[in-house]
């Protein structure tokens, strides 16, 4: 998601090693310098702190070195993911970086990286890429410390319309936004709101002092100078609303009068999400916002105004579901339905950001897809989830759950600190109020004991495995042992044994669904880096070169010590067979990415891969979430008189489900969309390969 990367990019890890990629020797062999050798920050270093809703997280820090280089440093603790790092900068005499160094461990991995400028030349290093080019421009670099980003900012924000020129490639301008005055250690202090193009899709907001210099950067995780962590909220609400306001003018481009005139799809492969069939050569008539007629091809009379697509050699399927998708910012959403995702389950959202998206969705200001958002319920800890409603009781985790339901909203997720002994109680009032359950397994608790306790829902494929954990993993796993447990042991687990046999058994009893979102762990097991994860091949050279660097050529999840990358992949191909067998059983399944949605395909392919028809794969990214939201009769398939949610796509789905990501036509709510013109308005340089 957006507001992942932007923290990812200006606090510098690749987003959370989730979105993590293939198959390169060097970040699999190198080892990352220790938390020990890393500089340690002088008393007088200019000191940041990197803070969510949630609390503060770590810190990064700035000093001069005695030869005048400029030194940064980042120690950060996010949920047990750790990030300890160093940067050392020299900067030339036009202000560009002439050499800079980094070293330490990212969420990701390794955080190694050089940059050099000799004779003329720039050549740089990371853990998963090299490179070299004329010297000349600004180096982005693929990591390092978010502050240290912040000279770039500067001459940004002095360059003017001429912008500045960026290494590896690219060039960038920024424009400004409006000023908010807000309160630190000094008194009174006047900041200003910018955005700078050419590093995303979209604009990335960043925020300025007085004298429009860089002043903090307001994201998911966001980092602000010491002291100004109250002014978080403030700032973040000023910077979604200046976001909003750009993105409604977008928006309104596509939700005309005219987008919403009748249209007639002819000549299409049809996909029959109920039935599960393909059926060749219909034609399809959407009017008024629902689907009107379908039938042979060339048989339907289309009233006048109507507009006629030509579907030969192209399909059409039900609106894409995402069931496992953040929300994010406005410009997130929209990127979404440039890829077909007309309906999604966002599994924690704030109550602010929930309520205030989906009334001006119902307005008609915002371009989304239809969401189903459940709020994060945790127990108050030093490990609890960014953005959770945080509990101290039994008795506050039921009170929460009544304020999801007052708020509107569809569900509550609980995470990985909350307490067991609280689902039971909260569970159940969730249920009486008809909200759905799912979430994380909370530490020292099974998913066995948590879907007895009432989950309706387990999230995440790798706690259905910690059914299989040994106890020192199900004990910690509201930290790293969630992954590193399941990486290290899941190979070795015996799938027909009575323990995970009568478990999908039982899963399979109750209708427990399962959204695996196993193409986060296709990246952080089976991923060396260097090369695209397959998940993001097909978008490389379309989005953004930074995000290429940083994010789609990224290493996997760091090594336990003792194993091998080979050892992570035989537990992802284990997790693949669990995949098959839940299928196999009857456990209903339903696609998630818990990335930016065009992982959505993979993760299909990836069932394809696990036993499922190309039928069932998409069935769990149509009408089987549409049933676990209840409203499989309005929508989730391309029947008469359910809601125009449908999606051409150019080629055959029923033989190859890459065809999903050629997106031709989006139809939303009965509003007709040019996909081109989607992706072009979110940022995209052109469709996916």
Partial sequence: MRLLLIAALLASAAPVAVHAHEEAAPAAQSKPVPKEELLKPPADAVRYSVVSEAGKHGDQWRWQLTDGRTAYRWSQELRGWITEMDQVTTFGPDGTIAALTVRG?????????EFRVANGRASWKTANDAGEAAAGGWYIPAGGVGIANAPLIDALAAAGDAGLAFLPSGKGRMTFGPTEVIQGPGGAKTVQLAFISGILPSPLPVWLDENKRHFADISYISVVPAGYEGALKQLRDVQEKATAEAVAGVASRFLTPAAKAPVLFDNVQLFDADKGTFLASRAVLAQDGKIAAIGAAGSL??????????GRGKTLVPGIWDSHLHIGDDWDVLSNMANGITSFRSPGTTFDRAVDATKRRAEGSLLMGEPFISVIIDKKDPLAAQGAEVV????????????VKEAGLWGVKYYTSMNPAWIASAAAEAHKLGLHVHGHVP??????????????????????????????VIDKSNTRARMEGPARYFKDVDLDAPLMKGFIADLAAKKTIVDPTIVIFEGMLTQDGGKPHPAYAPYMGIISPVIERSAFTAGGYPLVEGLTRDDYRKSYAKMVELVRRLHKAGVPIVAGTDGWGIELIRELEIYRQAGFTPAEAIQSATILPARVVGADKRTGSIAVGKEADMVLVDGDAATDLGALRRVVTVVSDGYVM????????????????
Avoid: C, W
């Avoid at 009379?301 to 030509?310: C, F, H, N, Y």
């Avoid at 020292?444 to 879907?451: D, R, W």
């Fill in 105 to 113: 461990v990212t969420m990701s991995g390794d955080a190694a990286e």
């Fill in 301 to 310: 009379k289309a009233p006048a105004g109507t507009r006629v697509i030509d």
């Fill in 443 to 472: 530490a020292t608790m099974k998913p066995s004991e948590a879907v007895a306790a009432g989950y309706d829902e387990l999230t995440h494929l790798n706690f259905v495995v910690m059914e299989s954990m040994p106890r020192e």
């Fill in 392 to 403: 101290s009781s039994a008795e506050e985790a039921i009170a929460a759950v009544r304020r």
């Fill in 674 to 689: 040019d996909a081109d013109e989607l992706r072009t308005a979110a940022g995209y340089s052109g469709p996916p390969k």
